[in-house]
């Protein structure tokens, strides 16, 4: 829908359409939030705005968090939830193990990521229940109008044998193993 949009004429034109297909999914009935405190006063919620849940903030979950923001965030208000604390580009893991920068170098923090209609919640997933898209993380559960499964891939050392013996540089943690290996 986003990328239709750009070829019919750009951003307004996008949030027209995305809005469109909101009130659709919606059924023209308001969704409002309510704030932790209780109330759904105008001064602490946003009226018409939809919870999407993205699980992941690596690259799926940063761009579709940053493409909603960008493009209909008085539309929807968007949680990022992620383990981690910062996103590591890929191809950076190999300027750790060949020590051309050091990990602190490569991080991108997430309290850096700023953007409009966007949480940031720092936490590990415990439970996806897709059909009631409700998540239940460590610290609590979160429901959504919109939840968004990003999370990408990880190995299971465990599954290849002699794996957990073998030097790997596609976690961070491989990396910089690999760097001292090296040294």
Do not use: C, W
């Not at 009130?23 to 023209?28: D, I, K, L, S």
């Not at 990022?80 to 991108?108: H, N, P, Q, T, W």
């Not at 409009?116 to 429901?143: L, Q």
């Amino acid at each position: 829908l986003l990328a239709q949009g750009e070829q019919q004429g750009g951003a307004e034109h996008r949030r027209r359409e995305v809005r469109r297909e909101l009130a659709r999914e919606n059924q023209g009935q308001a969704l409002r939030r309510v704030a932790p405190d209780g109330h759904s006063d105008d001064a602490s919620v946003r009226a018409m705005a939809l919870d999407v849940v993205v699980l992941g903030a690596g690259f799926a979950g940063l761009e579709l968090a940053t493409r909603l923001s960008d493009d209909v965030s008085r539309d929807v208000a968007v949680t990022l939830i992620d383990e981690s604390d910062a996103f590591v580009f890929g191809y950076s893991k190999l300027d750790v193990m060949f020590g051309k920068a050091s990990l602190d170098a490569v991080r991108l923090p997430y309290r850096n990521f700023h953007k409009p209609g966007v949480t940031f919640v720092k936490d590990t997933i415990t439970a996806i229940d897709p059909e009631s898209r409700r998540v239940t993380t460590s610290g609590g559960t979160y429901d959504a109008y919109f939840l968004v499964v990003a999370l990408g891939a990880d190995y299971d050392i465990a599954a290849t044998p002699g794996l957990d013996r073998a030097n790997e540089f596609y976690s961070v943690a491989g990396a910089a193993k690999l760097r001292q290996s090296r040294a």
